[in-house]
Nanobody, 124 residues
């Protein structure tokens, strides 16, 4: 399994920006589709964004389209989530996840490795 460690979360005012990073261990990181998910208190974990192994194909949840951008640097074994125009409803713990087969997915159950999460809090 790949080990994942997120960073970059914090407290930001509505309209602000944050950049999350997810550092991965393992020599085969560049083979893995990667995803970002989030979980707010009392809610289920939900899909945010995903990227294929090359970084050339991405997809997003409708509620982040035009505001968030996922990218990866395979030389650094790192995937990023650039978050702009943040809203209070974006407040959640954000997790990155690795899917060690196939294509990127929006389903939580398709991802086999997860980070510990990083808290993002957006104040109004």
């Amino acid at each position: 399994q790949v080990q994942l460690v997120e960073s970059g979360g914090g407290l930001v005012q509505a309209g602000g920006s944050l950049r999350l990073s997810c550092a991965a261990s393992g020599r085969t990181f560049s083979n893995y589709p990667m995803g970002w998910f989030r979980q707010a208190p009392g809610k289920e974990r939900e899909f945010v964004a995903a990227v294929d192994w090359s970084g050339g194909s991405t997809n997003y949840a409708d509620f982040v389209k035009g505001r968030f951008a996922i990218s990866r640097d395979n030389a650094k074994n790192t995937v990023y989530l650039e978050m702009n125009s943040l809203k209070p409803e974006d407040t959640a713990v954000y997790y990155c996840a690795a899917k060690t087969w196939g294509f990127p997915s929006r389903r939580v159950g398709d991802y086999g490795s997860w980070g510990q999460g990083t808290q993002v809090t957006v104040s109004s």
